[in-house]
T-cell receptor, first 116, second 107 residues
């Protein structure tokens, strides 16, 4: 399966600032996704990162807060904007290749973000 | 999206088989059943998936009932390293996680 690297692996940020998280895959993939995992909770899908077009956001997530880029088939970024303590979470990148449904998604180990 | 129901927690003795149940009574004919697990501080790990037939790989077996309304993930010889939260997911065009089953393997 694809090897997924996220940077940074963790960070501590001040409220009101923004942080960009990078996701790099070692092979070209069709689909890239961003998830959030709040403390003690399950994973929540933020958006699907589409190459060459705007990301598709899930209910409750907006582009102004979580802008996403995907310039090619191996790389994506998620920015967490104007951060508040409620944004303290693990942010995970996930990828899948081929036909959705019969191809598993694989996950990186995430970025642990704490907001002071 | 089809909803899944899993017990919140289970225990299993090391070396024994761990059988994790999942109900998905509203599953549609073209929706796959996926299992993932998340060990503390790591990203979710793919285990296995299936559509209608039972499946087996090096990690686990997946048993899907004939009516596809439920399934069971079997870890044949659980080890302490299998302690994790296990997620059963019905996959449409997105992987949506529920609350999962917290499996504790004890010595």
């Amino acid at each position: 399966s694809a090897v997924i690297s996220q940077k940074p692996s963790r960070d501590i940020c001040q409220r009101g600032t923004s942080l960009t998280i990078q996701c790099q895959v070692d092979s070209q993939v069709t689909m890239m996704f961003w998830y959030r995992q709040q403390p003690g909770q399950s994973l929540t899908l933020i958006a699907t990162a589409n190459q060459g077009s705007e990301a598709t956001y899930e209910s409750g997530f907006v582009i102004d807060k979580f802008p996403i880029s995907r310039p090619n088939l191996t790389f994506s970024t998620l920015t967490v904007s104007n951060m508040s303590p409620e944004d303290s979470s693990i942010y995970l990148c996930s990828v899948a290749d081929g036909v959705l449904g019969n191809q598993p998604q694989h996950f990186g180990d995430g970025t642990r973000l704490s907001i002071l | 999206d089809a909803k899944t129901t899993q017990p919140p927690s289970m225990d299993c003795a090391e070396g024994r088989a761990a059988n994790l149940p999942c109900n998905h009574s509203t599953i549609s004919g073209n929706e796959y059943v996926y299992w993932y697990r998340q060990i503390h501080s790591q990203g979710p790990q793919y285990i296995i998936h299936g559509l209608k037939n039972n499946e087996t790989n090096e990690m686990a077996s997946l048993i899907i009932t004939e009516d596809r309304k439920s399934s069971t993930l079997i870890l044949p010889h659980a080890t302490l390293r299998d302690t994790a939260v296990y997620y059963c997911i019905v996959y449409t065009d997105k992987l949506i996680f529920g609350t999962g089953t917290r499996l504790q393997v004890f010595p």
